[in-house]
């Protein structure tokens, strides 16, 4: 299996520190509000990543945080007059059911920052004792020219960043011995939520909370930490630097970084009017189709959110869910006897999906060459599997499709829903019609239906429904 490491810009192979386990470090949200769909890309491609692992035999400790101090959580608690806690729980709470709707499964740990001040407390003040860091009237900084590697993950060059202007700069206050220097520990403002500390009453900075929690929960070397494009500067660089000067370690042998999501060909912002959140997405799709849309793409690869890419990924998602709903009916009416030599001879060509699939994921997690090898298998049940085939067959084609899917983290198995008696009622009316040959009020019974997102299907095997 080989993976993009972000460190040495090129492929290679993954071997883990530890035959047999991974340890697994994914950045994830600051909880101020809902989760839009440029967090989802990540949370999806990694929750991803976990389950091939997995299925690899790897034993996979996969930790992502909640970042839940941070300016913005601050602001919106000020704004409605609340504690800060107030708004981080609830939107850890409220990102839990997004998560759960877009089949992205828990981590194995989700630390909290404000749960885990004092080992931030224990590493600023080894870094203060090494020589790496100095308390300036409160603020603790990290000097980043005295790790000589700074740069490493961003391949850039120290002087460039100096010379680059002031995007390119880490901010901070005046009183840092160089520009480049970034924040270990803040001092205390009026209102804000803060803790004691050697240096004075204050919080951690944003990049510190992450090498805490991941030594803590997975050790002073980890085998991946992973994230969107973005946090590669500062935020991951920050990261390497904090880490190796404290644990005199390599921090993390693979870095993962997912490539931007677009909207309409542009960035998302509130100011351009295309931001969105995973709710607002859900209240008009399946969130399946949005993480069927997230794995459409190489995880590298730059993504474009549209209304007509969405109503594709739909689309192309209902064919693999319609192919399945077809073969369990097959196993429903299916001859139980034994396979035929035919079918046999099916069942071994049949594997030759599977291997197309793990061929794709073990190439840097190719998640949409994947999916092109299950619509490839879902060609093939359609055109191999019918009334004359046996339960066996039609049964092994169903559960190679489910579990290629599932390795996906694609839900393609729709449980039997039970429909409320009005709409069973107007369904059984409508077939009478049809009997009758009242085709008007057949057709008015079906637009009624569809108004209350009931969309019916007629098929030889009777009349089938589904919700829009």
Not at 88 to 106: F, G, L, Q, W
Not at 273 to 288: A, M, P, S
Not at 397 to 420: P, Q, S, T
Not at 453 to 462: A, M, N, P
Request: proline share 3%.
């Amino acid at each position: 299996m080989k993976l993009y490491n972000t460190l040495t810009k090129s492929k290679e192979e993954f071997v883990p520190l530890t035959e047999g386990k991974v340890k697994m470090y994914v950045c994830g949200p600051t909880v101020y509000n809902l989760i839009h769909i440029g967090n989802a890309r990540p949370m999806i491609v990694f929750d991803t990543a976990r389950r091939y692992m997995e299925y690899k035999g790897y034993e996979v400790n996969f930790v992502s945080n909640f970042t839940d101090v941070d300016d913005k959580i601050i602001a919106k608690a000020i704004e409605e007059g609340v504690e800060s806690e107030v708004i981080s729980t609830r939107y850890i709470k409220e990102c839990r059911k997004d998560m759960e709707a877009m089949n992205v499964r828990p981590a194995t740990t989700h630390p909290l920052a404000t749960q885990e001040i004092d080992g931030m407390i224990d590493m600023i003040q080894t870094l203060v004792d090494k020589g790496y860091a100095y308390n300036a009237d409160g603020t603790v900084y990290f000097r980043t020219r005295k790790f000589q590697e700074y740069g490493k993950l961003s391949h850039k060059n120290l002087d460039d960043l100096r010379s680059g202007g002031r995007s390119l700069l880490v901010t901070g206050e005046d009183s840092k011995e160089d520009p480049l220097d970034f924040v270990l520990w803040k001092p205390k403002k009026e209102g804000e939520p803060s803790w004691e500390s050697p240096w004075g009453d204050g919080r951690p900075g944003w990049h510190i909370e992450c090498s805490v929690m991941s030594k803590k929960y997975l050790g002073e070397e980890i085998d991946i930490h992973a994230g969107g494009e973005d946090l590669v500067f500062p935020h991951h660089e920050n990261e390497i630097a904090q880490s190796e000067c404290c644990n005199g370690k390599i921090f993390a042998r693979y870095w993962l970084h997912n490539a931007f999501l677009n909207i309409d060909n542009r960035k998302m912002s509130k100011s351009l009017g295309n931001f969105f959140t995973v709710r607002e997405i859900g209240e008009k799709y399946d969130l399946q189709v949005l993480r069927f849309f997230m794995l459409s793409a190489h995880y590298r690869s730059p993504l474009n959110f549209s209304a007509d890419i969405m109503e594709s990924s739909k689309n192309a998602l209902e064919r693999i869910i319609t192919a399945v709903d077809h073969l369990k009916t097959l196993c429903d009416s299916a001859k139980v006897q034994e396979l035929t030599q035919q079918e046999e001879d099916q069942l071994r060509e049949m594997k030759e999906y599977r291997d197309k699939f793990e061929l794709a994921m073990d190439d840097d997690l190719n998640t949409a060459d994947a999916i092109s090898a299950v619509f490839e298998l879902v060609k093939f049940a359609n055109t191999t599997a019918d009334e004359n085939s046996t339960q066996t067959y039609a049964a092994s084609l169903l559960e190679e499709i489910k579990f290629l899917c599932d390795l996906l983290g694609l839900i393609v198995d729709k449980k039997a829903e039970n429909l409320d008696e009005e709409i069973e009622a107007l369904i059984a009316k409508r077939q009478d019609a049809r009997k009758a040959r009242d085709f008007k009020l057949a057709d008015e019974i079906r637009d009624q239906l569809l108004a209350q997102g009931i969309i019916l299907e007629d098929t030889r095997e009777g009349v089938k429904w589904k919700r829009a």
